[in-house]
């Protein structure tokens, strides 16, 4: 995967930054019976953006866009933590918020595949009216809760390992699964590919695309599950606040590109974890806030130059170039018939 | 029939809200529209959503539609000036709530009533420097800033810094913003506990990011409130109930609960009787012995 | 002919793609006032040589010469202001734009700065009845088939004012009229001394208007020949590098079809074709024969679902269904390759593997994935049935040569064995090899029950395949000719352009153009 | 003689989305007029006009980038910069505005031209580099400052007060006629120049853009310099709008000009759409945002999801009608 190469020099990098700082960032202890270190840290507050991210991936391949994952991630938290404070099993609450969200994205998936609306639009209808409904959830309040086996989904830990990194590698498992040993990621990049082309092969486009948006809503769920649970509270206001930007950006570094048509999964993977380590840099290595957009502007700069081909080439590769003496055609006066 | 209330003797306000970005500010909404109710005023509620050309906007069309006063929470403090002259015009009067602004000319609006954020990091710093009065080790602090650039967060540092600066021990190790956000304090605490072994004092610039912060510490095997001395700003319940749980030291509060006063303002503003150019919310500081006893009334 | 000195000389050119060598060591000249053909099998590296030469790909080795002075292009701009005309391989032109902007755009006429949208469009329709074509010339370009977008890519191209002339598989679609119509404008253009490099797998055409070929094989130059001088057979044994065997007759025995299989009764659809009624029996070939724009695509897209019928109905298997989309008609067991390969067919990013399994794996669902070894069973013999180049099945499809691309397309609707193939343009840009292994293929899998609606521009190789010819004229179905002995492509022509009963064709006044459509 | 393909006499299809956005623009305005008291006046569009100048303005740069089927996504936080700087000058080292107004337009032509040299010659995703643009520009700001900066220099607080009488009791801003002869310009660049053409090409297709001899590299550093132009211009009128510098200003704005890019009938892709429809498609937001505040009881999340709704309502109708007509 030679594809993914630049993204990793570019995380080693990063963590280099860090060892440098903080010479025992990589260190990696048993305490109270978990895994505890910086580099867990990333992993596990990038957990709910690398699960966005994968919901983005697919999203993407088909050549659409989805804006309103940070607005269910806030509905999906808002609901669970709504339905747990008022003494419903958290079972119960975990399922229904799920299965709005499963909704909210399926309803995404019409507008876009049904309907017609440019994705862009299409989402950006419930990024801004499922704000409201997330607030409308919490009466503009922020639910605390105080549910251990809630807390499991993003703060605990199962045999030492924090629970929403086994959870996104579940994920990680099934998208895998779905996409590269059945046939659903081919169909996902021939939609995105060459949509015209598609329908002639006979590709139910329109299903696909429900479903790749369902899929994204719903991984966007369960990241605001992990959000609301690792704090205890669901704010509606403020979780997943510009998620979508991040899970966008993610998967351009991972190398899938904005038109649609081939993805990477393990780029995305990648690419989300850049953004996350690069968000931990910042805080360990002390950049202060104001510059913190500044040093984040070079970071994401660096990435995509050092990812492209074109820059590589002119940087690295001198060659002389003659260029044609070139006599500027003439318009021609007369019209030959 | 919405405008041109005076006429039948109630009165209508045009309020503009900043948002709904934290349960302060919910709190702080309810609170204006409940009083509005008991006082028999007729409400026009709009919510800009962060954006200052949003409640530009709305001071508009509340001149358009002709109500008897305008209330609103500045965003920023600059650039009022040309809206409030069309309200002065149309001989509309201004209440700011919250947040004052900086236009030189007073007479665009009547009063301003608010809480003052330099001094609630004032309060802070007080607190701090008289718990360590005793001390004479350096005193690390890492800090959670409001969302950059927002005025609380401004004001709650600025105040904050210049209390402690005048005594060299003690010393900001970290800072850095955690978005007024419970998710994000969590985030950046633990970055901290990383690569700060030994600190001391937290100043989070609210409740929520200090609750977040709490988790964090806890999750590395330290004592909130023991280990590590924790001061917010804000006393909403949860915050509350950590200091009664002796998990945060120190609470400065800063009350939402400006309807009450506001509606008085208001009244007495559109009968003409004059009003104090500037009203204090009255707001006070909690250390763990008085939260537990004023968390049974808490509202909010 | 007097040789004169090369305007454009290339020597030594090298080109290396990942995986493939496209052009070894190759040289190459082009003399003033001459039509220069440049012949080779498919991915032979003719499409590379000419994008080499106009600054598309940069060059690895070797120099070019225009008009003697060293040169190295850094796009298509740069040669085109040094008098370079290019039309390349697929169509290259801009769709959402109109066809006058797709004739004039970057050379737009101007008025006081100001582009002259008036002047502009008069010129275009000028320049078009030049080549006997009246469009609407401020629709746009997408509403057009793909033959007419080729007529405005050429349109385009001689309008500029060049020294060297370049015309890449120009009359891929292109019917025998309109080809004759570039020819006049070549010939026109060879007198004012303008060199024009050529490019087509129709060797009738390459025999009647180049004066000298350069023949590539693998990449390598393997000679230059003066036209008249090289035989037909001569020139096919180099071009692949053995002897081509005899085109052996297709349809040995007579056949009686008596089960219908598909029977289109009144189908039609507004503004596209008339209601027609059609029926194509089990192992039937039947052909479609009319001038470009005459409805053939219509009519194929219709029995496919691709578009709505509005009038009309169709059975298959005597039972009648409604086609509402390709995937029903899939259903039903009927597939359809496409004449617009890069719009209809291909997935540019995938593999060829992937482009061939696709219509298969569409009809099984993505739950069921069509088994690996499967995959690869299936994918290697049509690579090797259609001589598929380079033949790796992990290549992308975006990298193959445009006449491999083709095969990849056709290759995806084989693997399905349909009931009904209904096959528009297969051949565009096949080589003669291929074109005839594709028109073996055909003729055997009818012979084993296939119905197949051929539709080709190209009226010899639809009276070979075909056991009965429709013939369109106006956008409806004329005539139904048995393909006995009898028919001719004299015969056939000539329907065409009289129609049963309608009036010969006119000079295209206004009126025309509506003709027949509803 | 050939037979000839024709196109069908349905010339102005391409114009339909516009129609029938502009018909539904007109029905909401109707509507709001019958709905609420006092909406019916002709003050109240103008204000519309008054309050989206910026928008409209920063809208019709985004038109250029995405006509071109790219994006930029720095244009809220060069807007904030624009503001920031113009502030900052004045109220510092007391620049006077004849000088610091064009210096910010240079800035913001200038970053966009960077932004556009590196999705050109590094064939890098326009997402990607102009968030970093956005990083970058937002940034910049808090380093000038985090707090709020008045803007107090007398000719542009006389200009920003300046009320331009309509007649009829109507009025409109300076910016609003700046915007105005923006969008004039830019309706001619695109329409009747070569640089518009090749932009409406580069977004048919690149590719073949590219093999027409068209400069496409040129055509792409071109729409991306426009963008910050405008930007840089939108930031200066915001200046006016507002009065003060800050780096918290226009936060989000990219999405507000996207969505009226999008909603006035330009495909994301590229290469299709007119800029009467970015207009239109910044009017509706400005309208949904007035029958918002003419609501006037809506709580902060009923006001999102009213917007949502509206928001819904009209691109459905949108789709349904201009697919109606199109058949
Ligand atoms: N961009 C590319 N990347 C990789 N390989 C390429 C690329 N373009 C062409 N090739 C390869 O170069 C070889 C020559 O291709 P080229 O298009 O020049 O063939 P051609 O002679 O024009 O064939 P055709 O008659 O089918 O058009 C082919 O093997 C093709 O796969
Ligand atoms: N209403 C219309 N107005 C303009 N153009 C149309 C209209 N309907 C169809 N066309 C164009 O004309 C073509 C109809 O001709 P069609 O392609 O069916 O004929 P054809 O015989 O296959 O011609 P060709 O050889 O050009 O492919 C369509 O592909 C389309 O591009
Ligand atoms: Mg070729
Ligand atoms: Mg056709």
Same mark, same amino acid.
Not at chain 1, 255 to 261: A, C, D, E, F
């Given at each position: 995967m030679r594809r993914l190469l630049w993204p990793l020099l570019v995380l080693a990098v990063l963590l280099i930054v860090n060892v440098l700082f903080t010479p025992s960032f990589l260190s990696i202890q048993l305490r109270d019976g978990h895994l505890y270190g910086s580099l867990i840290d990333i992993l596990r507050f990038g957990a709910p953006l690398i699960l966005v991210s994968l919901g983005m991936t697919l999203v993407i391949a088909t050549g659409g866009i989805d804006l309103s994952v940070g607005s269910v991630v806030a509905i999906s938290g808002a609901l669970a933590c709504l339905q747990i404070s008022q003494d419903a099993s958290v079972f119960g609450a975990v399922a229904s918020a799920l299965a709005l969200a499963v909704a909210l994205g399926a309803w995404n998936g019409f507008l876009v595949a049904g309907v017609g609306i440019q994705p862009i639009i299409a989402t950006l209808i419930l990024m801004v009216a499922g704000r409201g409904l997330a607030q409308l959830i919490t009466d503009g309040q922020i639910i605390t809760i105080n549910n251990p086996s809630y807390k499991l989904i993003g703060g605990g830990y199962w045999l030492t390992v924090p629970f929403g990194i086994l959870l996104v590698l579940a994920v990680l498992a099934v998208t895998a699964f779905l996409t590269r040993r059945l046939a659903l990621g081919m169909l996902i990049e021939s939609v995105g590919g060459n949509a015209e082309a598609s329908r002639l092969a006979g590709i139910r486009a329109r299903g696909i695309i429900v479903v790749v948006y369902a899929f994204a809503a719903l991984c966007a769920g369960i990241a605001g599950l992990m959000i609301s649970s690792n704090v205890s509270s669901a704010d509606g206001n403020n979780a997943g606040l510009w998620i979508e930007l991040d899970a966008i950006l993610a998967v351009v570094i991972g190398?899938? *590109?904005? *038109?649609?048509?081939r993805f990477s999964l393990g780029g995305t993977v990648l690419g989300a974890l850049v953004i996350q380590t690069l968000t931990t840099t910042i805080y360990s290595v002390g950049v202060p806030p104001e510059t913190t957009l500044l040093f984040k502007a070079l970071v994401v700069t660096v990435v995509c130059l050092i990812q492209s081909p074109a820059f590589r080439q002119k940087a690295f590769t001198r060659r002389p170039r003659t260029t044609a003496p070139a006599p500027r055609a003439e318009e021609k006066a007369e019209v030959i018939v | 029939g919405s405008g041109g209330g005076s006429g039948d003797g109630t009165i209508t306000m045009g309020f503009s809200q900043v948002g709904a970005e934290s349960g302060w500010r919910t709190a702080n909404t309810k609170s204006v529209q409940d009083s509005a109710k008991e006082a028999g005023i007729t409400l026009k509620f709009s919510d800009a959503q962060q954006k200052q050309e949003n409640q530009i906007k709305a001071i508009r069309s509340y001149i358009q539609q002709k109500v008897d006063v305008i209330a609103f929470s500045p965003v920023v403090e600059s650039g009022w000036d040309t809206v409030l002259k069309e309200a002065k015009d149309a001989k509309i009067p201004v209440i700011l709530t919250d947040r004052s602004v900086d236009s030189k000319d007073t007479s665009l609006y009547k009063t301003f009533l608010g809480s003052d954020f330099v001094e609630e990091g004032r309060k802070a710093g007080t607190w701090l420097v008289e718990e360590y009065k005793s001390a004479t080790d350096p005193v690390n602090i890492v800090e959670l800033q409001g969302t950059t650039g927002s005025a609380p967060a401004n004001d709650r540092k600025a105040g904050f810094a210049e209390i402690i600066g005048a005594d060299p021990k003690f010393k900001v190790i970290a800072s850095q913003t955690g978005d007024f956000t419970r998710a994000k304090g969590k985030e950046v605490m633990e970055a901290f506990l990383k690569s700060n072994p030994d600190i001391d004092v937290l100043y989070a610039h609210n409740d929520d990011m200090g609750l977040g912060a709490i988790e964090a510490i806890e999750g590395a095997g330290k004592v909130p409130g023991k280990d590590i001395k924790i001061i917010t700003v804000d006393a909403v319940k949860d915050g509350m109930q950590a200091l009664a749980d002796g998990k945060i030291n120190y609470i400065v509060e800063c009350s939402p609960l400006l309807g009450p006063q506001l509606m008085d303002l208001a009244k007495k503003v559109v009968k003409g009787e004059s009003v104090e150019a500037r009203v204090v919310t009255e707001e006070t500081t909690f250390t763990q012995e008085q939260a537990k006893t004023a968390l049974p009334s808490r509202k909010y | 002919m007097a040789e004169s000195a090369p305007i454009l000389r290339m020597s030594g050119i090298g080109k290396q793609f990942p995986g493939v060598k496209a052009l070894d060591g190759v040289d190459f000249r082009l003399l003033p006032g001459e039509v220069h053909a440049l012949m080779g099998e498919n991915g032979a590296g003719k499409s590379t040589l000419i994008k080499v030469l106009t600054g598309v790909h940069p060059v690895d080795t070797g120099t070019i010469e225009l008009a003697g002075k060293d040169v190295a292009f850094a796009g298509p701009l740069e040669a085109q202001q040094a008098g370079i005309s290019t039309v390349y391989q697929e169509v290259n032109l801009c769709t959402n734009l109109s066809v006058a902007e797709n004739v004039f755009i970057g050379r737009e006429p101007r008025r006081r700065g100001r582009i002259d949208w008036k002047r502009m469009r008069a010129r275009a329709r000028e320049l078009l009845a030049g080549l006997e074509l009246d469009l609407e010339v401020s629709a746009p370009l997408s509403r057009f088939s793909l033959a007419v977008q080729q007529m405005v890519a050429i349109a385009r191209a001689i309008d500029i004012d060049a020294r060297v002339l370049i015309l890449d598989e120009p009359t891929s679609s292109l019917d025998a009229g309109e080809v004759e119509q570039l020819f006049r404008v070549m010939r026109r253009l060879k007198a004012e001394g303008i060199a024009i490099l050529f490019v087509s797998h129709f060797l009738d055409q390459i025999y009647e208007i180049s004066d000298r070929m350069t023949i590539l094989r693998n990449g390598r130059r393997v000679g230059e020949y003066l036209t008249s001088e090289l035989s037909q057979v001569a020139l096919v044994g180099k071009m692949i590098g053995q002897e081509l065997a005899e085109l052996e007759k297709l349809h040995g025995e007579v056949k009686v079809f008596d089960r219908p299989l598909v029977e289109a009764r009144g189908l039609g659809r507004g503004g596209a074709v008339e209601p027609f009624t059609l029926t194509i029996h089990e192992g039937e070939v039947v052909g479609l024969a009319g001038l470009l724009g005459s409805g053939r695509t219509e009519v194929a897209r219709l029995l496919f679902g691709a578009d709505h019928a509005d009038a009309g109905e169709v059975s298959v298997g005597g039972s009648t269904v409604a086609l509402r989309t390709p995937r029903a008609a899939m259903g039903h067991k009927i597939a359809f390759c496409s004449e617009n390969r890069k719009r209809d067919g291909l997935i540019p990013d995938l593999t060829v593997r992937e482009n061939i399994i696709l219509a298969l794996q569409a009809t099984r669902g993505w739950a069921r994935p069509v088994p690996r070894d499967q995959q690869d069973d299936l994918v290697g013999g049509y690579i090797k049935a259609l001589k598929i180049s380079p033949a790796n099945p992990e290549h992308l499809v975006r990298n193959l040569s445009g006449g491999n691309q083709q095969k990849v397309v056709l290759a995806r609707w084989l693997i399905?064995?349909?009931r009904l193939l209904i096959l528009d343009e297969p051949t565009r840009g096949i080589d003669v090899g291929a074109k005839a292994e594709i028109q073996r293929l055909v003729a055997q899998l009818s012979d084993g029950g296939m119905a197949v609606l051929f539709i080709s521009a190209e009226l010899e190789e639809v009276l070979r395949l075909s056991h009965k010819v429709g013939v369109l004229r106006d956008r409806r179905l004329v005539a139904e000719l048995p393909n006995d002995d009898a028919l001719t492509t004299e015969i056939l022509m000539e329907t065409i352009a009289s129609g049963a009963g309608g009036a010969p064709a006119g000079h295209g006044g206004p009126g025309h153009r509506n003709g027949g459509a509803g | 003689m050939t037979t000839l393909v024709s196109a069908a006499r349905s010339m102005p299809a391409k114009y339909v989305p516009v129609l029938v956005t502009g018909c539904l623009f007109v029905a909401m305005f109707v509507a709001g007029g019958i709905r609420y008291d006092g909406f019916a006046s002709g003050q109240v569009l103008m204000n519309v006009f008054v309050d989206n100048a910026f928008l409209l303005v920063v809208a019709v740069g985004m038109t250029f980038v995405i006509l071109t089927g790219g994006i930029d996504l720095s244009v809220g936080s060069v807007v904030a910069l624009s503001t920031m700087i113009s502030a900052s000058l004045m109220a510092g080292p007391g620049w006077p505005p004849y000088l610091v107004i064009p210096l910010v337009l240079l800035i913001g032509s200038t970053l966009g031209a960077v932004m556009g040299y590196i999705v050109h010659a590094f064939d890098i995703q326009p997402f990607i580099v102009t968030l970093a643009g956005m990083f970058l520009a937002r940034g910049l700001c808090y380093t000038i400052g985090t707090e709020s900066i008045p803007i107090t220099d007398p000719t542009f607080t006389a200009f920003a007060q300046t009320r331009i009488e309509l007649g009829a009791d109507l009025w409109v801003s300076p910016s609003v006629i700046i915007a105005v002869v923006v969008v004039l310009a830019a309706a001619y660049v695109l329409h009747y120049t070569r640089l518009g053409r090749s932009t409406y090409a580069t977004g048919g297709s690149e590719q073949s853009a590219l093999l027409m001899g068209l400069p496409v590299g040129r055509t792409k550093i071109a729409v991306y310099t426009i963008s910050g132009f405008c930007s840089a211009l939108g930031g200066v009128l915001l200046s006016f709008y507002m009065l003060s510098g800050y780096g918290l200003h226009a936060v989000g704005m990219e999405l507000d000009a996207i969505a009226a890019v999008v909603i006035g009938g330009t495909l994301l892709t590229g290469g299709s759409g007119f800029l009467l429809g970015t207009v239109l498609g910044v009017l509706v937001l400005g309208l949904i945002q007035t029958v918002i505040s003419f609501e006037g009881t809506l709580s902060s999340w009923w006001t999102k999801i009213f917007i949502g709704l509206l928001l819904f309502v009209f691109i459905l109708l949108q789709r349904l009608f201009s697919a109606r007509s199109r058949t």
């Open positions: 190398g899938t *590109s904005l *038109s649609g048509g | - | 399905l064995e349909p | -």
